[in-house]
């Protein structure tokens, strides 16, 4: 079966650097995605690893390490529009899945002044 | 910039009606898939589909859904019989390559909210 952990909620100051947590357990694991969510709207791409490392996008940073099932996402420098659900994703090709993607239930972020 | 468009965005019904959920993808996008979030919850994936068949299906879709691509545009999520725990937003989201491929992206729509009373 597939597990995706992830904190519920996060608080940040304005300007600071945070890192949301996630780890997981699947398996043919096929890849680990950060989306953007805010209130209402739809989920937005942010980063894809599939291989063990740091990708960096702007103030996005994603770290992905297999054999530990795990993957952190890193907001530099934030600003108040980053206050949104971030989820983590696993895409698997466990039993000829195509590789849909399985979420976690998001960490909330609240950015304040 | 291409995008995924779904309507309507609000639906309300009574319990035991149907309702049908539209989905128009991006048009070169081969893959089209529905996903789910009750209120407060993680999103969920409901249906694969490609090549006018579906492609993977989790336990939540069951015999009281079904999908359809009607023409060359549309996606169509049709729910029979709906229940109060139906109650959910629903998102259409499509890819040129299963699972958004190198890129890893899915886009999707703005999503549908359906109230069932």
């Known amino acids: 079966g597939q597990n995706i952990d992830q904190p519920t909620e996060m608080t940040a100051t304005e300007g600071a650097i945070v890192q949301i947590n996630c780890t997981y357990q699947t398996s043919g694991f096929n890849g680990l995605f950060w989306y953007q969510q805010h209130a209402g709207e739809a989920p937005t791409f942010l980063s894809y690893n599939v291989l063990d490392g740091l990708e960096e996008k702007g103030r996005f940073s994603s770290f992905l390490s297999r054999s530990k099932g795990y993957s952190y996402l890193l907001l530099k420098e934030l600003q108040m529009k980053d206050s949104a659900s971030y989820l983590c994703?696993?895409?698997?090709?466990?039993?000829?899945?195509?590789?849909?993607?399985?979420f976690g239930k998001g960490t909330k972020l609240s950015v304040k002044p | 910039e291409p995008e995924v468009t779904q309507t309507p965005s609000h639906q309300v019904t009574q319990m035991g009606q149907e309702v049908i959920l539209r989905c128009v993808p991006i048009s070169n996008h081969l893959y089209f898939y529905w996903y789910r979030q009750i209120l407060g919850q993680k999103v969920e994936f409901l249906v694969s589909?490609?090549?006018?068949?579906?492609?993977?299906k989790s336990e939540i879709f069951d015999d009281q859904f079904s999908v359809e691509r009607p023409d060359g545009s549309n996606f169509t999520l049709k729910i029979r019989s709906t229940k109060l725990e139906d109650s959910a937003m629903y998102f259409c989201a499509s890819t040129r390559e299963a699972g958004g491929g190198n890129t890893g992206e899915l886009f999707f729509g703005e999503g549908s909210r359906l109230t069932v009373l």
């Open positions: 589909f490609y090549n006018n068949e579906i492609s993977e």
């Open positions: 994703a696993v895409r698997s090709n466990y039993g000829g899945s195509q590789g849909n993607l399985i």
